[in-house]
C-alpha cells in the first residue's frame, strides 16, 4: 500500500508540474523514478526512454505505465497513469476558462515566457545525461556521428525520431550480435588449439 501511494504521489507531481508536454516531462519522471524513490537505475530508465519512444501515443503516459507496472504490476500501472493524468485534466479545466479568457494579457503571456527557459534547462540537462551516457558506451567519435548523423536524418529529411530510434536499435542488435558470435568463435579456435596441443 505504502508503495502505490508513492507511485500516486511522485506521478501526481510530474503531471501537476510537467509545464511543456511530455519531453519536458521526462526530467520530473527520472527524477521521481530514479532519484528519490530508487524504482530503477539511470541505465535502465535510459533504455525504457529510448523503447518508449518507438511506440504511438503520448511519452509521459507509457512511462507511468512502464515505472508503475515495474513497482507493482498491472495495478501500479493504473495508479501511476491515473495519478499522472487526472490532477492536470482537473485542472486543466478548471484554468481553460480564465486563461482563454485572459489569453491576450501581459501577464499571462509574461508567465508563459518566464516558465520557458526552465524547460528548456531540464531538456538540456537530460540531452546532456544522455550524451554522455552515449560517450561512455560508444566512445566519443563514434557518439559524435550518431548524434550528427540522427540530427540530419530528422531534421533535413524529416524522417519520425520513432523511426531512428528503432533502425539504431536494429544496428545495435546487429553489432552485438555479430560480436557474441565472434567472441564464441575466437573462444572456440583457443579451445581447439588447446587440445590440438594435449
Known amino acids: ?70 513497482v507493482k504490476g498491472t495495478t501500479g500501472s493504473l495508479v501511476a497513469i491515473l495519478s499522472h493524468i487526472i490532477p492536470s485534466l482537473f485542472g486543466m479545466l478548471m484554468l481553460l476558462g480564465v486563461l482563454y479568457s485572459y489569453r491576450s494579457s501581459p501577464y499571462i503571456s509574461g508567465m508563459i515566457n518566464g516558465v520557458t527557459p526552465v524547460v528548456g534547462v531540464l ?46 536499435l536494429l544496428v545495435a542488435f546487429t553489432m552485438a550480435t555479430y560480436r557474441n558470435k565472434s567472441n564464441r568463435d575466437s573462444v572456440k579456435k583457443v579451445t581447439e588449439k588447446k587440445r590440438e596441443g594435449a
Do not use: Q
Open 1 to 70: 500500500m505504502r508503495v502505490l501511494g508513492e507511485l500516486c504521489i511522485g506521478f501526481a507531481r510530474t503531471g501537476v508540474l510537467g509545464y511543456g508536454g511530455g519531453p519536458a516531462t521526462i526530467p520530473l519522471i527520472e527524477y521521481e523514478a530514479v532519484k528519490k524513490y530508487g524504482w530503477m537505475n539511470e541505465e535502465e530508465f535510459g533504455e525504457t526512454l529510448a523503447l518508449a519512444n518507438t511506440l504511438p501515443g503520448p511519452i509521459a503516459t507509457k512511462m507511468a505505465a512502464y515505472v508503475g507496472y515495474k
Open 123 to 168: 531538456l538540456g540537462v537530460l540531452a546532456y545525461r544522455f550524451l554522455d551516457k552515449a560517450k561512455k558506451g560508444m566512445g566519443l567519435k563514434w557518439m559524435i556521428v550518431s548524434v550528427l548523423g540522427c540530427l540530419v536524418v530528422i531534421e533535413t529529411l524529416h524522417v519520425h525520431p520513432g523511426i531512428v530510434i528503432v533502425l539504431f
